[in-house]
């Protein structure tokens, strides 16, 4: 459950846009997205090893 402090004669606006800026950093979402489906551990690693991959490709052609 998300917290947000709000002060006296502070917008509702204001509030809500901490409210969204709090909720994105807990990843909340993220979470509930990623365990919606299984998926076995190693397409996880084979995706994480694809990832390393492209990230190292990118870097070598920008350097």
Known sequence: MLIIDVREMESIDRALK???K???QSQTLRQLRKRKHFTKPSIQRRA???KAV???EYIAKNV
Do not use: D, G, M, S
Request: positive net charge; proline residues 0%; glycine residues 0%.
């Open 48 to 50: 994480e090893v694809l």
């Open 54 to 56: 492209h990230r190292q």
């Open 18 to 20: 901490k409210y969204k």
């Open 22 to 24: 709090k909720f994105e």
